[in-house]
């Protein structure tokens, strides 16, 4: 093989997993200095992204640490440990969101909302490469968050989140305190101050969806009332997009990206108190505009009490966090041709937190920029 040009080397080399990659980075110098180059790593991320089978995506879940593939390997799928590195809490770990195969995570020394975090982290699960980000000043367990490109500065990435610096009152208007930090070992920090919309009182998924260079949150705006809560990265700005009409004021829903349009999935059982049969999944066909929301498909006999999306695949197949208010939670491959779920694995939801992500040789030591929302 010594004998072939360097270029069908890199070809070759590109079609293969990370863990594969990692191990030939060991044959010679050249394949070294290829795989570990910036070029190198986000070609093969954009491979992975584009592979229609989607074989290096995988569900990342916090306690027990562990990865879960979503395509079977030899008849069965692979659920995998992952121990836990040391500069992990062995307590609570909240994931703020997945980007490029990095997974940004807080560190918290124990579950409560009063405690402290240590670090933000930003960390490759499948090259195990960490950046360690020390928080300059008490982190709680956010109300919302989102981490992802920065369009704006090539390599970089931008961390956004929502704090909740004390228990509001109906007469307690929440307050944005925006702060940057840059990577590359040097951070810095500065504040924007903003309202927040007074009408916002709790958001039922912290993790923000990415869509059109705007960050969406579901959110409810006051009693059994729901919105979307946007933030525009450009900009620097809130704004909000209403729901279907249909949706009804017991119903919680949840949000995601489908067929490049920004969707809600609902539940839709009315007669049931704590659990639900039916879901549907509403469409946006034009951004923005209120009157274009569609009731596009459903989701049947998961007898859940939530549901939350984790990926739409490119088949049109749903991958889910299945909660059925007992603790006990369910990672699922929802056909909606089929009307079927597979279920991939089932968890103890007390404490663990899941997002999915694709497995690259991206290094979390890339320019990072944080960003801190705070409420008062």
Request: aromatic share 12%; hydrophobic share 40%.
């Amino acid at each position: 093989m010594h004998d072939l040009p360097l270029e069908l080397h890199e070809q070759i080399l590109l079609r293969l997993d990370v863990k594969a990659l990692l191990r030939f980075k060991c044959v010679c110098s050249c394949w070294n200095d290829l795989i570990s180059s910036s070029r190198f790593a986000e070609r093969q991320l954009e491979l992975s992204i584009a592979d229609h089978e989607e074989k290096h995506h995988r569900i990342l879940q916090t306690f027990p640490l562990a990865t879960v593939e979503f395509n079977e390997c030899g008849g069965h799928r692979i659920s995998k440990r992952i121990p836990l590195p040391p500069q992990f809490s062995s307590h609570y770990l909240r994931i703020l969101g997945s980007c490029d195969g990095l997974i940004c995570l807080l560190n918290f020394s124990a579950p409560s909302l009063f405690f402290n975090s240590k670090d933000i982290l930003i960390w490759n699960p499948s090259t195990k490469e960490l950046l360690t980000i020390p928080s300059p000043f008490g982190l709680v367990d956010p109300e919302f968050c989102w981490f992802g490109r920065d369009s704006n500065i090539i390599g970089a990435y931008k961390l956004v989140i929502g704090l909740r610096t004390q228990i509001y009152s109906s007469e307690d208007l929440p307050i944005i305190r925006i702060l940057y930090s840059c990577g590359g070992g040097i951070y810095k920090w500065r504040g924007i101050e903003t309202k927040f919309g007074s009408e916002i009182r709790s958001f039922s998924d912290p993790r923000g969806t990415h869509l059109n260079e705007i960050v969406h949150w579901p959110s409810s705006s006051s009693w059994f009332s729901h919105v979307v809560v946007t933030f525009d990265l450009s900009q620097e700005k809130f704004g909000t997009i209403p729901v279907p009409n249909m949706l009804h004021r017991n119903n919680g829903f949840t949000i995601g990206v489908f067929e490049k349009c920004l969707c809600a999935i609902f539940n839709f059982s009315p007669h049931k108190r704590y659990w639900w049969d039916r879901f549907e999944v509403w469409m946006m066909k034009e951004y923005g505009v209120k009157e274009s929301w569609t009731m596009s498909m459903t989701l049947e006999g998961l007898e859940a009490f939530s549901i939350r999306p984790l990926a739409f695949l490119k088949n049109g197949e749903l991958i889910a966090d299945v909660d059925d208010n007992a603790h006990v939670k369910t990672y699922v491959r929802y056909s909606f041709k089929e009307k079927a779920a597979e279920v991939l694995k089932k968890h103890n939801g007390e404490n663990s937190d899941a997002i999915t992500y694709v497995e690259s040789l991206i290094s979390p030591k890339a320019q990072v920029i944080c960003g801190e929302l705070g409420f008062t």
